[in-house]
């Protein structure tokens, strides 16, 4: 369920969302947690076919960590950065983790 035309702020606004839900809290702040989650998943994959965003590493695309979770489970972890082009000093990772939830959070200077 993608919002339709999500832009880059409207992104910004729904990580920030995410990252103030406590998905350990109750089954239903998990799923709260996921259905965010896959809401900014989509819009980024949308956002990376239209060339809104850029991401690293290069070498794969945003959909590479919907492929582990599928064909891998949980015994992999991946993450990738993404900035909204041209606006490079404001980062962002996601990704896939061993045996936890999915991320999505801003990019601090521990990462």
């Known amino acids: 369920m993608v919002e339709e035309n999500m832009d880059f702020k409207t992104l910004e606004e729904k990580i920030d969302e995410l990252n103030h839900i406590n998905p ?3 089954n239903a702040g ?13 819009a980024l994959l949308e956002m990376e076919s239209k ?3 850029s ?3 290069k ?6 960590l919907e ?7 949980p015994e992999f972890s991946y993450t990738f950065v993404f900035w909204k082009r ?9 990704g ?3 045996r936890g939830l999915p991320i999505c959070r801003p990019l601090s200077t521990d990462d």
């Not at 709260?32 to 989509?42: A, F, G, S, T």
């Not at 492929?67 to 489970?73: A, F, Q, T």
């Not at 041209?86 to 996601?94: C, P, S, T």
Request: glycine share 4%; proline share 2%.
């Open 96 to 98: 896939v983790c061993v």
């Open 86 to 94: 041209f606006r490079f000093w404001k980062k962002y990772k996601i």
């Open 59 to 64: 070498e794969k695309s945003l959909g590479y």
């Open 24 to 26: 350990n809290a109750s």
């Open 30 to 42: 998990r799923e709260r947690y996921m259905r965010l989650y896959h809401l900014i998943y989509d």
């Open 55 to 57: 991401i690293f590493p």
């Open 51 to 53: 060339e809104v965003i």
């Open 67 to 73: 492929e582990l979770l599928i064909n891998d489970g």
